[in-house]
């Protein structure tokens, strides 16, 4: 019997294929990429949106192996004293010094000016006077404590005087080579005083170095920026801070950006008047080829353009004159250093004529350096004193040594800096950074001032115009 569904019935579709081993190798190996892919956006982006922190471990910088019993974490006064006796081997030395003549019209060009030289040791030998310097120096409290194994100095200076609704800010300050901790010494009282600007008034800490001034030199290779920073962590633990500013110049500079990766959350804030690029990228290369003919694009302005070109002369030539001393400290201080132990017109020749081409390089066309134009003989001479003293100007020149011996790309010259930062921009600095360079280091580069004046040692050259960056910079931090 016909019916409507054998009539209009059709035969069920033949089923599919088998998928051939080729078509599911291809699917397979697509989901595969795919799953890669998406992973790797993602670890990407979160990579790029976590905040690196440095890493290090805990060292022991003392003569033999480390004791057994609990670390000695007292603090004791110190005070920096002198004898007649340290004195008289001083003059005596002075007096068997050997001139040397100074070519004709070679001013500061060959180094320090044999001739000015004498005039300096003059003064230095007879009007100089070390005992008043020292009481200068001991007007601030100082102290030492034992950190990874060596006594670590530091001044410790907290302000007279706190008004009513007045914050007290803790701040760190770190010196470089050749100053030392007396750097800081004119513009402590600008920071520690209150002002009638703001509501600001600073608490501070001013450490040497390890091998440098007053704090004991490390008895093992490797004492690098990093350590030094490990050891200033501890210092203002030890002191009680949970959280505090950061300032340096120079090597300072390098010490207290190691601080704020090290423990971003610990330091509020860092202010830094030196910041040479630690690692050449992309937009530095560009920038430096194309920002003589397109400035706006890098956002350079004029001083970026005068400090930069002509590019050779600037960013070779000029380097080249001044940066010998380097080569010699990152290779070979102890030789040299020997040498400058043992003589101190030596020594002075040596660091003072850094202060002189480092504050100016036009300094170098002058007779006398320029010496006097921004500095005191007396307070260059405390300096000097300072290393003649303490005995340190070996152990200071192999920071470079420990610090250059493991490859200019370190870890920390990788990574970028997160903490809220402040640049002071001084137009006689050795090397001149503009704010893009900066800012691909210190990601939160809060403030970029152009300083009307200053040099390298601006700190000391410049007190006035370095507290009242700090301050502004310090007062933003803390009112965000």
Known sequence: MLTLDTVFSFPPPPPPPPPTVSLVFVIMFTEVLVALALGGLLLFIFQRNRKQVLKTEDGWWGPGAPPDAQEDVSIHPFQIKTSAEELQDLYRRIDQTRPVLSLEDSQFNYGFNSQYLQEVVSYWRNDFDWKRQVEKLNQYQHFKTNIEGIDIHFLHVKPKRVPKETEVVPIIMVHGWPGSFYEFYGLIPLLCDPSERDNLVFEVICPSIPGYGFSEAPHKKGFDSVCAARIFHKLMKRLGFQQFYAHGGDWGWLVTTNMAQLEPKIVKGLHVNFAPPSKPGLSMVLSLLLGNRFPKLFGFNGVDIQRLYPCMEKQVVEPIKETGYMHIQATKPDTVGRALNDSPVGLAAYILEKFSTWTCNDFRN????????????????????????????????????????????????????????????????????????????????????????????????????????????????EEK
């Open 366 to 477: 002058l007779e006398d350096g320029g010496l006097t134009r921004k500095f005191s003989l007396d307070d260059l001479l405390t300096n000097v004193m300072i290393y003649w003293t303490s005995g340190c100007i070996t152990s200071s020149m192999r920071f470079y040594k420990e610090n250059f011996a493991k490859g200019l790309y370190q870890p920390h010259s990788k990574m970028p800096v997160y903490v809220p930062t402040g640049f002071a921009c001084f137009p006689k600095e050795l090397m001149h950074t503009p704010k893009l360079w900066v800012k691909q280091k210190y990601h939160q580069l809060k403030s970029y001032t152009t300083m009307a004046r200053g040099g390298h040692f601006a700190a000391m050259e410049e007190p006035q115009l370095m507290a009242e960056d700090i301050r502004t910079f310090t007062k933003m931090i």
